[in-house]
């Protein structure tokens, strides 16, 4: 799961970060999978370079954002005609 902010107690993504997805062309994931000893600074233990436009990725992401926006009624009743 990939967050950057919550809703409540839920995890979502910022709008800032999907327009960032939707533009840029790489993002690099940094994971801190093993816990260090107390006092040890933290330290990366993986990581993920994510290609956002290889295969369309620009696009997705509007199409996701598309999907996932509210509908007001009226919209949702001219659409079903």
């Known amino acids: 799961m990939l ?14 970060l999907l ?6 062309r790489t993002m690099i994931l940094r994971f801190d999978l093993v816990a260090e000893l107390a006092g ?3 330290a ?8 956002l ?4 990725g620009g696009n997705a992401v509007s199409a996701v954002r598309r999907c996932a926006s509210p509908v007001g009624v009226a919209s949702a009743t001219h659409d079903r005609h």
């Open 3 to 16: 967050a950057d902010e919550t809703e409540a107690m839920f995890p979502r993504l910022s709008d800032h």
């Open 19 to 24: 327009d960032t997805m939707e533009k840029g």
């Open 40 to 42: 040890q600074p933290a």
């Open 44 to 51: 990366f233990d993986g990581e993920a370079v994510i290609a």
């Open 53 to 56: 436009q290889a295969a369309g």
